[in-house]
C-alpha cells in the first residue's frame, strides 16, 4: 500500500462532531485493512477502529456507539465519523494500512502523518 493523508481535524467543542478522512495511493487499497489509532501527549499509541477489506469492523470501548469507520473503495479511502466527541478523545489521529484486519498497531504497516483533533470542555 502507498502514502497515506489524513484530513479532517481540527478544535471542536465537546459534544460536537468531525469526520476524519484518509486518502490511499496504490491500486490494492481494497485488500488493505484499514485502522485508525491516536496518541495523546505522554500516552501510548493506541487502537480506535478498524475495517478489513470486506467491511467487518472493529472499535475500541471507548468509541464504541460514537465513532463510525467506513471505506470507499472506489475513492481509495477511509473515514472515521466522530461524534458526540469528549475532551478525552483529544489526540493525534493516525491512519494504518496492513495485510491483517487486526486491532494491534503492529499489524499495520502503512501510516500516514497524523492529524489532530483538540475537543475543548
Known amino acids: 500500500q502507498g502514502p497515506l493523508q489524513e484530513s479532517g481535524g481540527g478544535l471542536v467543542q465537546a459534544g460536537g462532531s468531525l469526520r476524519l478522512s484518509c486518502a490511499a495511493s496504490g491500486r490494492t487499497f481494497s485488500r488493505y485493512a484499514m485502522g485508525w489509532f491516536r496518541q495523546a501527549p505522554g500516552k501510548e499509541r493506541g487502537f480506535v477502529a478498524a475495517i478489513s477489506w470486506s467491511g467487518f469492523t472493529a472499535y475500541a470501548d471507548s468509541v464504541k456507539g460514537r465513532f463510525t469507520i467506513s471505506r470507499d473503495n472506489a475513492k481509495n479511502t477511509v473515514y472515521l465519523q466522530m461524534n458526540s466527541l469528549k475532551p478525552e478523545d483529544t489526540a493525534v489521529y493516525y491512519c494504518?494500512?496492513?495485510?491483517?484486519?487486526?486491532?494491534?498497531?503492529?499489524?499495520?504497516?502503512?501510516w500516514g502523518q497524523g492529524t489532530q483533533v483538540t475537543v475543548s470542555s
Open positions: 494504518a494500512a496492513g495485510p491483517i484486519y487486526d486491532t494491534k498497531w503492529s499489524s499495520y504497516d502503512s
